[in-house]
């Protein structure tokens, strides 16, 4: 049996939209921050015994449809056939806000290829788990991680950006609801690069976003870091408010939080928002800034938590 | 005395940006619906023995700048030089959520012109109005109006849609804040022009929505009517939610009210929203329906009024 660990990241430059949904080619680069404090621990088991996958998560068994298409990937490449018994466990609590979903297929990757025999190089397990999910390609390396756009399976990857910086940067997460969202990534992608007017003009400008973001986190520039990450958040979520019928993940909290951000920057403290395709608003900041900003945010809401960058996956056992 | 009664509108194709700031010509052409509760009455005398322009508002006397500035435009196109007592009532109160500026400057253009001694056309009304207020161009027509967005002060003006719709078009106006908006429309559009990068796509996209929405009027055809009006108006707010620094009007109760027209829609219920540049919430309905919605908004708001297709500007007493 073989056990991975993958850390889920958060987009400071986001990814929304695929230009070619079966190689999961996105039609912008990506670049984000692995999170140190959400993780998934995923053990497989290439067993000849079995007449199928077996899917546990978090104790239970699950239905393993996602599970085998992924692991036909893994098969394929190994030259394999036997079935697998999978056993996930994600410390990615719901109430936390944030999507598993990168954690969950780059620790799948990393103990899948594992199991099955292969010794793939960080690029191509970044390659393999964004066949699951686009996000979790970045989720195979830690700290701040740029993904390639590219243009074909072979191109388009993962790899932790150049020059990482040394400033002591901080995310805090604001629960706004951690239920299930009503509108899928995957269906809310799809309806924006269907509907919105203005895709073309996000891909352009969140595209032209990556290599200003690269020179601020080699600079240690964390205003520039935090404006361009909050305009790239607020142009994706822009683009799909311009879709038809609209798409918007706010809720009336998610409005109350980025308002509290707001207030906080014109009160000198550096704290920047960003936000996935969900209601939940995550905070940038620096270390000497987080408990105010905590403290501010905890007067509206219960769950406020802190991570900052986290590691690369691993093999453990 | 000459006193005149002009309407405010509500654009459901929006009008936000300047190509010409003087003689504010804008970049795309709009289309708006006069309303019939709410407007404003001005009375103007020219009076020889006046040293400066006199200003009262609702009762008060008030700083007269930029009455006095549209004034200068008047003076110079009837070849007068006397100074003006203005009178004004806005019958737009401030806690209906909607702006005044549109019916403000279409009273004062139609009073001051009139007692100027000139006899302007409709057109010539709305070019003047204009220079006032963009969206005053507007409210010298009533019922569905469309400006022209020209290319000059002469072809950038005003007029009734050619066929008007004959269903019963009502619009229920959810109060979320009746305060003052922390950025003004001008400085809003100014930095939306200046640096979103969906402005031309918005441009491209709201310039087009014109002729169906035309169509849509002549046929009667609300779901039509109700889906461009609301697609311009997440537009202009998504263009907006893409400018450097992001500028939202939103509220956490405007999230409210917009959740709530969407599950009237999901209930068989034909509402629409638009908003202006603030967080207020106008929702688009036919007659039969406004009770029900009214009823529903009133759940979670105080103020929630109900309109109609109004009049064009015209003189009074």
Do not use: C
């Amino acid at each position: 049996m073989t056990t991975a660990r993958a850390h889920t990241n958060i987009a400071l430059i986001k990814y929304w939209g695929k230009k070619d949904p079966d190689l999961m080619l996105p039609y912008t680069s990506s670049l984000s921050m692995t999170l140190a404090d959400y993780y998934t621990e995923t053990s497989v088991h290439f067993d000849a015994s079995l007449d199928a996958d077996q899917f546990y998560l978090d104790g239970r068994q699950t239905p393993a449809a996602k599970v085998s298409a992924f692991l036909d990937l893994v098969r394929q490449q190994a030259g394999r056939q036997e079935f697998a018994t999978v056993t996930s466990a994600n410390h990615v609590p719901t109430t936390a806000g944030l999507a598993s979903s990168a954690s969950a297929y780059a620790a799948l990757a990393l103990a899948a290829s594992t199991a099955a025999g292969m010794e793939l190089s960080a690029t191509e397990l970044s390659r393999l788990a964004r066949r699951g999910s686009g996000s979790a390609s970045r989720s195979i390396a830690g700290g701040f991680v740029i993904w390639h756009r590219g243009h074909d399976d072979a191109t388009s990857y993962a790899e932790p950006v150049a020059t990482q910086p040394t400033i002591p940067i901080r995310m805090v997460v604001v629960l706004v609801n951690g239920g299930q969202k009503a509108v899928s990534s995957r269906a809310g992608m799809q309806n924006t690069v269907a509907t919105s007017p203005f895709y073309s003009s996000f891909v352009t400008s969140n595209e032209a976003a990556i290599a200003p973001m690269q020179t601020a986190l080699a600079n240690n520039d964390f205003t520039m870091i935090g404006e361009l990450a909050e305009a790239s958040s607020y142009q994706m979520h822009a683009t799909m408010l311009a879709a038809k019928p609209a798409l918007s993940y706010f809720e009336p909290k998610t409005i109350t939080a980025l308002q509290h951000v707001q207030q906080l920057r014109q009160a000198g403290i550096p704290a920047y928002a960003t936000m996935d395709a969900g209601p939940n608003v995550k905070i940038l900041t620096l270390a000497p800034f987080v408990d105010r900003i905590v403290s501010t945010l905890r007067q509206d809401f219960k769950t406020v938590t802190v991570t900052q960058p986290g590691p690369a996956a691993t093999l453990i056992d």
